[in-house]
């Protein structure tokens, strides 16, 4: 099987990143013998105001955090537009570029168990494969369930080059991290040590990140 051909993508705020994130990025690229998963911090509007970092910032931050990680590697090409986008038409894009590679969407099991509410779902199903991560406190919703069976059932449970519309799940080595909570934590005051790389936690404190409640 030539991996080259097999693209993985793990999108989201990474608001910031932590090792919630990160750890479980390591565990897929090996398990998925991925030459390359690619990090994709999405768009942030502006107009949302002092939520969270800017996406400079979360850009800095990811760039840091995989720094001697040779298995990951960041696709800003969401979070550098001017309008937010869809997955979607993210994944229509690379098909585009690269209309022979296999795309496999990693996503927490919080994300994929709104999966409904993605636009056009349906559309993603057949662009790529979705791998559903275990995370702490994240359970199937109704719908998330019925999806993954049906996409068994019409698919098999395999991801093999070429195809798409397989929805697996993944075990890897859960940490009850969030974002949220770190952001929490930091306009405490409280320590967000071991959560997230000492230098992603030094950057935020020289730039004075996450500081006001109002990011929460
Ligand atoms: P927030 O608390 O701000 O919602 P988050 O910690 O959930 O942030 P995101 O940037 O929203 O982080 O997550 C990006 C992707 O990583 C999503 O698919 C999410 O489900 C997944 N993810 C985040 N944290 C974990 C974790 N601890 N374990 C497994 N998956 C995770």
Redesign the pocket.
Known sequence: MDNDSRIGL??????P?????L??AVEIAEQYQLSTLFLM??HRPGHRGPT?ASTDHRIDMLAMAIKDAPQLALDTREAERDEPTYTINTLREIHAEQPTATLVF???????SAFETWHEWEGILELANLVV????E?THSVFSKQLMQRQRAKNGGEIVNGRTGVIQSCQ?T??????????RRIASDLSVRFLLPDDVSEYIGANNLYRSKKSL
Do not use: C, E
């Not at 793990?10 to 608001?15: L, S």
């Not at 990143?17 to 994130?21: E, N, S």
């Open positions: 793990f999108g989201g705020t990474f608001d990143v932590h090792f919630g994130h750890r479980p911090p999405n969270g990693f996503l927490g099991m919080d994300s994929f991560l275990d995370r702490p994240a890897i859960q940490l009850a991290i969030s974002a949220t909570d770190v952001r």
